[in-house]
Structures are given as structure tokens and as C-alpha cells.
């Protein structure tokens, strides 16, 4: 019997080519493709946890680093307070030294600094005061020759110390003069003003030495505290408490008691050398006030200047104001007293006291940038009281006519209480 012609089967028939394998397969192929769907957003969700995970984990480290660092970075900042000099220097410490040697080496770094601070302050004042009142006026030394070589030899240890500073390479230390000094006209023009104002107080001090004594110049110009004060209000916009105020109130009233003493006193201080200098007690009066002036003006700005000066190094800074003082000092010595110079000589009168001065007005002056820069107002208002009592007792045993009043004591008394009560509370 000869089959169905449907039924018949071709040699090149498969059985895909049947509907029902063909729908199979074609779910098969779908189910296959979800799958893989489903596996793909799988990874990608494992991936994106592990990076999350990852990312958690660096952040995690990074905030324990932080964490880790910033008490060292606040301990290094401790550090470079307590130095006075700003270099860099390597302190060799036992590994059985623990934190009360750095603090009984602060506390005598401190006292080191007061105690020096006292000694040139005191010997400076009554230095001045000996070679002015004891020496005739024909044999007088010129001040103004004085300022200017001080100046001189308070810009040769900034140099010297700024070379120190970068490792004695002279590479950095042109390098730095370069960029910080040669190559910023502008502050160097700024730090001018301050300089302008320190030559004038530098010789008015001479001034003011030639017709005080030593105690009651020494307390009147402790009255450079309130100028100091009225300018930080002028400039810097401060605002004072009422214990500042009232500690203002006291020094006032003490340097008042202080030229009572002065008014009151039937006997002062005169030179028993013939042709000596005759004292003008209103003329000193008047060239310690201006004194307190120009001080405070120029501390106020020095202090700004070292303080938002910017990327500076400190020691540019001092260069900067002590050569602008060699000029300042230099046109004031041209304008008072050229003439004397050039027909006497420039170091006419001089001896070993006198050098023995400008030694101790340049250390002086590159000691009060360093308390600026690394101190606070309470060690150098300190050691200001303290040089108060030297002066005056060692006045009482070296000039003759000094008298010490109860005036006097009363009032030196109130001014070294005001000014540690004026340095005692935060600004």
C-alpha cells in the first residue's frame, strides 16, 4: 500500500522544522536570556556593593590617618611657640623623659627670656642716663651717631641670623633675599613706616635721659601700654574688657603719684661734673610722652606686619625695617647734628660705655620682634616691671640727689600692678 502523500518524509526534512519543536526551543531560547538578565544585574549589584564596601573602607583608613596626624601637627605648633628664636632645631631627649622635662624646660626658657629681657632693658637706661649726666658738654658723644650704627648692627644679626636659619647654604640664602627682599619693593616700603617711627623714639629717649632720672623716665614710659592700646583700637578694631580699662585707669593714676614725687622732691638728681648738660625736667616730660607715641604706633604695626606678613620669613621681616631705619637714623643724624659730626668726627666722644649702648639698644630692639613673634605681652610687661625697681634702686646708689618718696614708691608700685593686671586677662 503506497503511503499518504502528507506522511510522506523527505530525505531533507529535520525535526526542528516542526512547529512544536520550534515553539519549545523558542521558550528554551527566552528562558535562557532571562537568566542571563537576571545574572548580569546580579554582578553589577555585587559589583557596586564591593565598591561601596571599598570606598567605606578608604575612608574609614583616611579619617584614622587624619585622626592619628592632627594631634603631631598640634604638638608641632605648640612647639614652634615655645621657641624664641624661629630655627630649626633638633633637641636630643633621653627615651626616659617624659612630659614634665618639657615643661620644666619651657617654664626655664621663659625665665631665660625675662631675665635677659630685665638686664638689657635696666643697663641700657642707666648707661644712658651715666654718660649723658657725667660727662661735660664739650665732650658729649652725638646720639644720633649711636642710633644709626645700632640699626647697623641690628641688620647684621638679621642677616646673619637668616643664613643661619637656611643651613648656612648660601644657595637658599641668596635665593631667599631674591624673592623675599630684593623682590617685594612694596613691603619693603611698608616696613619703612615702622622703622621711620623707631629712629624717633630711639633718639628722643637720649632726649628724655639728659633731663629725667632714670625712675621716673623708666615709669612714665610705662604709659606706652595705653598708646599701645588706643591704636589696636584705631587699627585693628579691638575691643578691651573692663579689667583693661580700669588696669589703663591705674597706670595713669601711678605715673601720676611718680612726677608728684618729682614736683614735691626738694632735691634731684645733678651732675657734679663742671659744663654738664642742665636738666630741663618739662623737655624730658615732653620727649617721654612722644616716646609713648611713636612705641605704640609702631608695635601696634610691627606686630601686624610680622604676625599677617604673609609667606615673609621672619628674619626678611627684620631685614626689612632695620635697613629702613640705617636710612631713617642716617637722615635724622644729617638733619641734627651734621655738623657736629663732620667737624668733630663721628666718633667723637666716644668710650667703652657708649659701645657698651649700642650694644644693648640693638639687642633690645631685635629682643622686643622676638617676644612679638613667639611671646605674649604678659612675660615682657613683667619683665618691664621688674626693670622699673632695678633702675630705680640702682639710681639710689649710683647718681647723686635721687630721692625715693613715698610718692614715687606709691606710684612705681601701681604702675607694675596695672601693667601685669593689664597682660593678665585675654584680649
Not at 277 to 297: D, Q, S
Not at 315 to 320: H, P, T
Request: with cysteine.
Amino acid at each position: 500500500m503506497a503511503p499518504h502523500p502528507k506522511e510522506a518524509t523527505s530525505p531533507f526534512s529535520f525535526p526542528d522544522d516542526d512547529p512544536a519543536v520550534k515553539e519549545e526551543r523558542a521558550v528554551d531560547v527566552a528562558g535562557d536570556e532571562e537568566k542571563e538578565k537576571k545574572q548580569k544585574e546580579l554582578s553589577a549589584a555585587d559589583e557596586r556593593t564591593m565598591e561601596e564596601g571599598k570606598k567605606t573602607e578608604e575612608d574609614k583608613k583616611q579619617k584614622e590617618l587624619n585622626e592619628a596626624e592632627k594631634p603631631k601637627k598640634m604638638d608641632m605648633d605648640e612647639k614652634s611657640k615655645n621657641n624664641l628664636l624661629p630655627i630649626a632645631m633638633k633637641r636630643v631627649q633621653s627615651p626616659t623623659a617624659g612630659a614634665g622635662g618639657h615643661s620644666d624646660s619651657s617654664n626655664f626658657f621663659k625665665a631665660y627670656v625675662i631675665l635677659s629681657m630685665t638686664l638689657v632693658w635696666t643697663g641700657y637706661t642707666i648707661t644712658v642716663k651715666y654718660t649723658r649726666s657725667m660727662k661735660a658738654a664739650d665732650e658729649m658723644y652725638s646720639s644720633t651717631t649711636v642710633v644709626l650704627l645700632s640699626e647697623v648692627v641690628k641688620m647684621s644679626i638679621s642677616l646673619a641670623m637668616l643664613f643661619y636659619t637656611y643651613g648656612c647654604r648660601f644657595a637658599e640664602f641668596k635665593h631667599i633675599l631674591c624673592k623675599h627682599y630684593f623682590g617685594q619693593p612694596r613691603e619693603l616700603l611698608r616696613m619703612s613706616v615702622p622703622s621711620i617711627a623707631y629712629a624717633i623714639q630711639n633718639n628722643l629717649d637720649f632726649v628724655a635721659l639728659s633731663n629725667l632720672d632714670p625712675g621716673v623716665y623708666q615709669v612714665t614710659t610705662q604709659l606706652k601700654v595705653v598708646t599701645t592700646a588706643v591704636f589696636m583700637v584705631l587699627f585693628l578694631g579691638r575691643r578691651f574688657s573692663r579689667t583693661r580699662w580700669f588696669a589703663i585707669l591705674l597706670l595713669f593714676a601711678g605715673v601720676a603719684l611718680v612726677q608728684l614725687n618729682s614736683v614735691f622732691s626738694s632735691s634731684s638728681s645733678r651732675s657734679s661734673v663742671k659744663g654738664a648738660h642742665e636738666e630741663n625736667y618739662l623737655l624730658g616730660i615732653i620727649a617721654v610722652l612722644c616716646t609713648c607715641v611713636t612705641a605704640g604706633f609702631a608695635g601696634v604695626y610691627f606686630e601686624k606686619m610680622l604676625k599677617d606678613g604673609g609667606s615673609t620669613p621672619f628674619w626678611v621681616r627684620n631685614l626689612q625695617m632695620y635697613s629702613c631705619g640705617v636710612i631713617s637714623a642716617g637722615c635724622g643724624m644729617l638733619l641734627a647734628e651734621s655738623s657736629d659730626v663732620f667737624d668733630k668726627g663721628f666718633f667723637y666722644g666716644y668710650d667703652e660705655k657708649v659701645i657698651a649702648i649700642i650694644g644693648l639698644l640693638s639687642v633690645g630692639g631685635v629682643y622686643i620682634s622676638l617676644v612679638m613673634k613667639h611671646l605674649d605681652n604678659l612675660h615682657k610687661s613683667f619683665a618691664s616691671a621688674v626693670s622699673i625697681l632695678l633702675v630705680v634702686i640702682l639710681s639710689f646708689f649710683i647718681f647723686d640727689g635721687i630721692t625715693i618718696g613715698l610718692f614715687f614708691l606709691a606710684g612705681a608700685a601701681t604702675v607694675c600692678g596695672a601693667v601685669l593686671l593689664y597682660n593678665s586677662v585675654p584680649e
